[in-house]
Nanobody, 119 residues
Framework: VQLQASGGGLVQPGGSLRLSCTAS????????LGWYRQAPGKQRELVAT???????TYTDSVKGRFTISTDNAQSLVDLQMNNLKLEDTAIYYC??????????????WGQGTLVTVSS
């Protein structure tokens, strides 16, 4: 079972991107979901989370600019990123706590998608 993150790319400061995370197999239960990022030379950090009940949290640096959501039928979780800044440049990873139809519960990481903000 794999998670696939997509939607990254090169964007100018002030631009927008939408990241999506999908699973390679059907999911029975979705617990919490999250997006993390790792900038060059830095540790991976939590960007945003959303619980099965819809409660969200954001790291301070993205509040008001990023939105995590699960309302896309084509994906497990999305991250809408607006007003991107140079410091948002990083590899973005999705993370999901899932239960599959075989009853197995797993916390999985996506392979990462690169977001580059540059003028």
């Amino acid at each position: 079972v794999q998670l696939q993150a997509s939607g990254g790319g090169l964007v100018q400061p002030g631009g927008s991107l939408r990241l999506s995370c999908t699973a390679s197999e059907r999911v029975w239960v979705i617990n919490d979901l999250g997006w993390y990022r790792q900038a060059p030379g830095k540790q991976r950090e939590l960007v945003a989370t959303i619980t099965s009940g819809g409660s969200t949290t954001y790291t301070d640096s993205v509040k008001g600019r990023f939105t995590i959501s699960t309302d896309n039928a084509q994906s497990l979780v999305d991250l809408q990123m607006n007003n991107l800044k140079l410091e948002d440049t990083a590899i973005y990873y999705c993370n999901a706590d899932l239960v599959f139809y075989n009853g197995v519960r797993s916390r999985l990481w996506g392979q990462g998608t690169l977001v580059t903000v540059s003028s």
